[in-house]
T-cell receptor, first 111, second 110 residues
Framework: DGGITQSPKYLFRKEGQNVTLSCEQN?????MYWYRQDPGQGLRLIYY???????QKGDIAEGYSVSREKKESFPLTVTSAQKNPTAFYLC??????????FGPGTRLTVL | SQQGEEDPQALSIQEGENATMNCSYK?????LQWYRQNSGRGLVHLIL?????REKHSGRLRVTLDTSKKSSSLLITASRAADTASYFC??????????FGAGTTVTVRA
């Protein structure tokens, strides 16, 4: 899992609640990414950031928000507007268009 | 959007056998990557092949790329129980983004 940490490992959300997933990297990478993975499926890009204080929507950004105030940190908030948030969330970082390094993931379950 | 599509969806082999999986994609690429994911874990990068390369090796892994057919294959030789995982191909879309396929689940039987 390299130098990327995600917390918590498991997260439970009640209906109507916002929750924030943490992602920290010590690889000095400029770019960071958030993906969602549903059972038996590939990864779908939620948001990505190429530089501090800048980020772009991915393919499924609705109901999610991010911030990039520090190079090392890229937290993801799952808002109450995301109607089906139960999934496995993966954070990654990279220096270029090449290799992405992934964290261990956070499994979010809606109660 | 998922550009890469892996085939087969699932593969079951005996320990010591070779495993081959394929990836097809739709648009031109700069490079193609293969990643492995153990159950419930993050993805681990295996190998990257650039568009001007046709074959690449890394240990027991062999990757080929045919840009005319927009396809790639990953061969794992002499498989081990520890190779049991899902394998994903990823193509570079634009900027810093990668597009992942749905993956091939490989089970290696002892």
């Amino acid at each position: 899992d390299g130098g990327i940490t995600q917390s918590p490992k498991y997260l439970f959300r009640k209906e109507g609640q916002n929750v924030t997933l943490s992602c920290e990297q010590n690889l000095n990478h400029d770019a960071m990414y958030w993906y969602r993975q549903d059972p038996g499926q590939g990864l779908r890009l939620i948001y990505y950031s190429q530089i501090v204080n800048d980020f772009q929507k991915g393919d499924i950004a609705e109901g999610y928000s991010v911030s990039r105030e520090k190079k090392e940190s890229f937290p993801l908030t799952v808002t109450s507007a995301q109607k089906n948030p139960t999934a496995f969330y993966l954070c990654a970082s990279s220096t270029s268009r090449d290799t992405q390094y992934f964290g261990p993931g956070t499994r979010l379950t809606v109660l | 959007s998922q550009q890469g599509e892996e085939d087969p969806q699932a593969l079951s082999i005996q320990e010591g056998e070779n495993a081959t999986m394929n990836c097809s994609y739709k648009t031109s690429i700069n490079n193609l990557q293969w990643y492995r994911q153990n159950s419930g874990r993050g993805l681990v990068h295996l190998i990257l092949i650039r568009s001007n390369e046709r074959e690449k090796h890394s240990g027991r892994l062999r990757v080929t790329l045919d840009t005319s057919k927009k396809s790639s294959s990953l061969l794992i030789t002499a498989s081990r129980a520890a190779d049991t995982a899902s394998y994903f191909c990823a193509t570079d879309a634009d900027d810093y983004k990668l597009s992942f396929g749905a993956g091939t689940t490989v089970t290696v039987r002892a």
